[in-house]
């Protein structure tokens, strides 16, 4: 089902309109604050991560109204302290990408999408108040995966990157050996380094191949909560206690779980 413009910009309205109201006769709305809103935030934010990589609508829906309840509630705020409202957002946001699109609202030619990502982030850091290094932008916050990532992407578009991607399974190798060689001689401390080194070069390997690293890690994590569940529910219907099971016992019930396609 789709709305028109007219009834989108209403129902944005009401949500405005809402929000106002409880900020004022709500106690439990009024007494917020960005501080006391942010773990909340970050809770919705990653609820909604859950939903998408579960394909689940119903839920991408709840929760995309969750994460911008707390966005007009921000915008709020800022208006109550006299900063900014959610006009100022939204200006703000259609004038960065006016500026950032140069081949849709201007006369610059790309080819291909690879070519948008470099331009982006030229002109990030060109802007005033923008990012003064390439790697600026990225978040000191992001948890440590979507970070490498980030950085990684980030390098490509200004040209430091492998030139051929299957180079880069020599690197993974030589961080691989290197880990070996540091388990060998029982270093912790350098173990840690090169185990993070081998994270790095696997994590570049699939930037290359065109696979998110966060989004396959966590499919992998959700199949073995899946089959796990499976053998824990099969060992208690047999009236047996995981603890007390061979691990032989336990790989023949994994492998039903597998069979089954969990």
């Not at 006369?107 to 982030?121: A, C, F, I, L, R």
């Not at 390439?134 to 492998?162: C, H, M, T």
């Not at 299957?166 to 270093?187: G, P, R, T, Y």
């Amino acid at each position: 089902m789709s709305h028109t413009k007219e009834e989108k910009t209403e129902a944005f309205g009401r949500l405005i309109d809402i929000l106002d109201i409880l900020r004022e006769k709500c106690p439990w709305d009024h007494k917020q604050t960005n501080e006391s809103l942010r773990p909340n935030t970050i809770e919705e934010t990653y609820e909604l991560c859950d939903a998408l990589i579960r394909h689940d609508n119903e839920a991408t829906k709840k929760e995309l109204g969750d994460v911008l309840l707390h966005i007009a509630f921000y915008a709020k705020i800022g208006e109550e302290n006299g900063t900014f409202d959610i006009a100022d957002v939204c200006n703000a946001l259609c004038d960065k990408l006016v500026y950032r699109h140069p081949h849709v609202f201007g006369t610059t030619h790309v080819d291909g999408s690879k070519e948008v990502e470099q331009n982006w982030e030229q002109l990030k850091l060109k802007e005033k108040g923008g990012n003064k290094t390439v790697l600026e932008g990225v978040p000191s916050a992001l948890p440590a995966l979507i970070k490498a990532y980030r950085i990684q992407d980030k390098a490509r578009n200004v040209g430091f990157d492998w030139e051929e991607k299957s180079q880069v399974w020599d690197k993974v190798h030589e961080e691989f050996d290197e880990l070996k060689a540091e388990i060998d001689h029982m270093n912790p401390e350098n173990m840690e380094s090169e185990f993070g080194d081998l994270f790095f070069s696997l994590i570049n390997a699939a930037r290359l191949y065109g696979i998110n690293p966060e989004n396959a890690l966590e499919h992998t994590n959700q199949k073995f909560i899946r089959r796990f569940n499976y053998l824990e529910h099969e060992t208690l219907q047999k009236g047996r206690n995981l603890k007390d099971m061979t691990l032989a016992e336990m790989d023949a019930i994994w492998d039903e779980a597998k069979k089954k396609g969990l």
